[in-house]
């Protein structure tokens, strides 16, 4: 029976994402935005980016440190039990991490070049295939992201079995596994509601002025390659 702990636990690990932690394992930091935390004003306010980075996101840091602290014991002590009980608490802080760390890259000011919308270009040519245009897009985007119930985030993801750019949803934190993800609308209430209150609609019009095209662009040419 020890002997199949031993062989078997490597390999839960390896299946959680988390074998490199069995030696020193570095913790995970909150990254800093590209811009001021009033620089996506008036399509999302300080106030918002600011609890929303230093608050939310620093929790999901915190949280996923944590847990990857604990699976490492688990892990050291041949504890199958312990480290599978773990694996909610790592979906959710790890996903809330990643989102996260994509959602802020996904944005930019009003102003800068990156947030104007495409004109040309291979990610243009995949929407207009794929949507009709960039307002067909939107509107699928938003119409899909606002219904869903409680919390989750709307995507733009290339799915690259079918070579084609596509909306999905995931809840709660659940990271996007089907997709490349391309571009990502938290819809958790911290990320509108001291400004939106309960219209979701409003803050999904208004966050595409601060979206940056160019970043998008980048992943969907990586995706493509």
């Given at each position: 029976m020890v002997a199949m702990l031993r062989s078997s636990l490597p390999r839960v690990a390896r299946a959680l994402g988390t074998a490199p932690m069995m030696s020193v394992?570095?913790?995970?930091?909150?990254?800093?935005?590209?811009?001021?935390?009033?620089?996506?004003?008036?399509?999302?306010?300080?106030?918002?980016?600011?609890?929303?980075?230093?608050?939310?996101?620093q929790t999901y840091v915190n949280g996923l440190n944590a847990a990857e602290e604990q699976l490492a014991k688990f892990t050291a002590n041949e504890d199958i039990k312990g480290a599978i009980g773990l694996q909610a608490a790592l979906k959710f802080n790890g996903g809330g991490h990643i989102n996260h760390s994509l959602f802020w890259k996904n944005l930019a000011p009003t102003s800068s070049s990156s947030a104007k919308p495409p004109t040309s270009g291979a990610f243009l040519s995949q929407i207009e295939k794929d949507f009709g245009s960039l307002d067909a897009l939107k509107k699928e985007v938003n119409t899909k992201t606002a219904a869903v119930q409680g919390s989750g985030w709307g995507w733009l993801g290339y799915c690259k079995n079918k070579g084609k750019l596509e909306v999905v949803t995931t809840a709660n934190q659940d990271p996007l596994l089907s997709h490349v993800p391309i571009i990502g609308i938290d819809i958790w209430e911290h990320a509108f509601y001291l400004q939106y209150k309960n219209v979701k609609p409003d803050y999904l019009n208004a966050i595409w002025d601060v979206i940056n095209y160019e970043e998008a662009a980048k992943r969907f040419e990586e995706a493509t390659k």
């Amino acid at each position: 029976m020890v002997a199949m702990l031993r062989s078997s636990l490597p390999r839960v690990a390896r299946a959680l994402g988390t074998a490199p932690m069995m030696s020193v394992r570095a913790k995970h930091t909150l990254p800093e935005l590209p811009y001021a935390y009033d620089a996506l004003e008036p399509s999302i306010s300080k106030e918002i980016m600011t609890l929303h980075h230093t608050k939310h996101h620093q929790t999901y840091v915190n949280g996923l440190n944590a847990a990857e602290e604990q699976l490492a014991k688990f892990t050291a002590n041949e504890d199958i039990k312990g480290a599978i009980g773990l694996q909610a608490a790592l979906k959710f802080n790890g996903g809330g991490h990643i989102n996260h760390s994509l959602f802020w890259k996904n944005l930019a000011p009003t102003s800068s070049s990156s947030a104007k919308p495409p004109t040309s270009g291979a990610f243009l040519s995949q929407i207009e295939k794929d949507f009709g245009s960039l307002d067909a897009l939107k509107k699928e985007v938003n119409t899909k992201t606002a219904a869903v119930q409680g919390s989750g985030w709307g995507w733009l993801g290339y799915c690259k079995n079918k070579g084609k750019l596509e909306v999905v949803t995931t809840a709660n934190q659940d990271p996007l596994l089907s997709h490349v993800p391309i571009i990502g609308i938290d819809i958790w209430e911290h990320a509108f509601y001291l400004q939106y209150k309960n219209v979701k609609p409003d803050y999904l019009n208004a966050i595409w002025d601060v979206i940056n095209y160019e970043e998008a662009a980048k992943r969907f040419e990586e995706a493509t390659k």
